[in-house]
């Protein structure tokens, strides 16, 4: 073998590990020895979820929304619906009964909508509880359907996404009655409108 075809051997292994690099990075290796993704493709999921359900990235739009427009902490809300979000997940690992889950999911779109709509100011111990109750069934639904070997992962996932979905509310909350004040309430009032529309088969 030649100096210049060694060279062009190795440049050509360096290309190829280059190459390699990413899909190692976003992998990890198994007991087996073989390299799997199942730790992606859970995170993957669990983000993907609360976005795959308009009923559930609804919910927590209007909640980050409702507590910038009413409360003096905006974040208080937020942090509450997605700490019990995660009980109400690991509730739902556990096979949890979900038999009325959905009519309350519907029910939460319908309640928040209202009161984005009406700019209603609840004490703050009954805005916490309220978030608390609708967070909890939400994570029920989540957590019965990502339930499995990587549900804790898939929770991970889904709690960032439901971080991020709320802050866009937050922001909104905060920008929206500035610039545009009539929008929240129409919004609010198209959120109920939709959770009436979900809690229509449940009546």
């Known amino acids: 073998m ?21 899909a190692l990075c976003l992998a990890h290796v198994g007991v087996d020895g073989h390299v799997h993704t199942d730790a992606i493709d859970a995170l993957r999921a669990g983000f993907v979820h ?3 359900g308009a009923d559930h990235w609804a919910a927590m739009l209007a909640v980050g929304l409702w507590s910038a427009m009413t409360a003096k902490r905006a974040v208080v809300t937020p942090v509450i619906f997605a700490a019990m979000m995660v009980v109400g ?15 309350l999911v519907a029910c939460s779109v319908l309640v928040l909508g209202l009161l984005i709509a009406m700019r209603w100011h609840l004490p703050s111990w009954a805005a916490a509880l309220l978030a608390a109750g609708f967070a909890l069934v ?11 070997p990587e549900q804790y992962l898939s929770l991970a996932g889904m709690l960032a996404a439901t ?4 802050s866009v509310g937050v922001l909104l909350g905060r920008w929206l009655p500035r610039h545009a004040p009539w929008l929240p309430r129409l919004g609010g009032a198209a959120l109920a409108l939709f959770g009436a529309v979900l809690l229509g088969p449940f009546a």
């Open 50 to 52: 609360p976005l795959s």
């Open 138 to 148: 939400h994570g029920v639904a989540h957590g019965v359907e990502l339930a499995g």
């Open 2 to 22: 030649t100096p210049w075809q060694a060279a062009s051997g190795r440049r050509i292994a360096a290309v190829l590990a280059l190459t390699a690099t990413p």
């Open 163 to 166: 971080l991020l979905i709320m």
């Open 89 to 103: 997940a690991m509730l739902g690992f556990m096979n949890a009964p979900i038999a009325v889950v959905e009519p």
